[in-house]
């Protein structure tokens, strides 16, 4: 049965009106996932579940466009109205739990572990959450970060998070029913993909939808770019946009 991959937002750099950062919810029958909590992504996750409800948050790198809202996401669990059964887990790079208890320390230690359960994402990282399986691969940013492939035992959906051409990529793409992939800019580079990058990637898989374009890249140019590499379907993230994987 499909799963459902509902877009919360996929600008880049910064927020837009009405189009949150990164940050994707995944939802099947038995699991809630956050995938990445760039800014304004907590509200628009609120459009369709509450945050308490939340089974597993999965964040990409520490890139502030990928992960502020979890800032937001500590007040609300700890010190507000939510009354989250236990603490909810958190999947991310190395020192995600410092960097979030760095930030939010004023006079005393903030208690993240009271809010989330982090756990350190490395090349390799597999966790269940709820009847998905979530496989992660390190990929090239400049620093550490990840994609990830989520499947119920039947449909798999691929992630890229940010990334330059790498043949890790290539790997995370092969088989996927739905490929999500950055198309950050109009030109090469070592950290972020190009549209015809992007469809490159998404030779092995199904469908290929862009997300995190730059501000340089409209939607009718990076799909028409793509489409010149890659025969199947390409379509482009935007919020509130429901993909079935």
């Known amino acids: ?131 998905l399986t979530l496989a992660t691969t390190a990929v090239e940013h400049g620093f550490p970060a990840f994609g990830v492939r989520v499947t119920d035992g039947d449909r798999v959906l691929a992630y890229s998070g940010d990334t330059g051409p790498c043949a890790a990529l290539t790997e995370l793409a092969t088989g996927a029913d739905l490929l999500l992939c950055e198309a950050d800019g109009p030109e090469p580079s070592p950290v972020h993909l190009t549209p015809e990058d992007a469809a490159r990637a998404a030779h092995g898989a199904g469908r290929l939808v862009l997300t995190h374009l730059g501000p340089f890249l409209t939607a009718e140019v990076a799909t028409a770019r793509a489409s010149t590499v890659h025969s199947g379907q390409v379509e482009v993230a935007a919020a509130g946009r429901v993909f079935a994987v």
């Not at 409800?53 to 964040?59: K, T």
């Not at 502030?64 to 887990?89: E, K, N, S, W």
């Not at 903030?110 to 982090?118: D, N, T, Y």
Request: with cysteine; aromatic share 8%; hydrophobic share 45%.
């Open 1 to 131: 049965m499909p799963f459902d991959l509902t877009v919360l937002g996929s600008a880049s750099p910064y927020p837009r009106p009405g189009e949150p950062c990164s940050g994707y919810l995944v939802r099947s029958a038995g699991a809630t996932l956050w995938l990445d909590a760039g800014p304004g992504t907590l509200a628009a996750l609120q459009e369709h579940t509450a945050l308490a409800e939340v089974d597993a948050i999965w964040i990409s790198h520490l890139h502030a466009d990928h992960v502020a809202d979890l800032l937001p996401a500590v007040y609300a669990l700890l010190f507000a109205d939510l009354r989250p059964a236990r603490p909810i887990p958190l999947y991310g790079p190395p020192g995600t739990g410092e960097r979030l208890g760095a930030f939010l320390t004023n006079t005393a230690p903030a208690p993240i572990g009271e809010a989330f359960a982090v756990h350190e994402l490395h090349d390799g990282h597999f966790a269940e959450v709820g009847g």
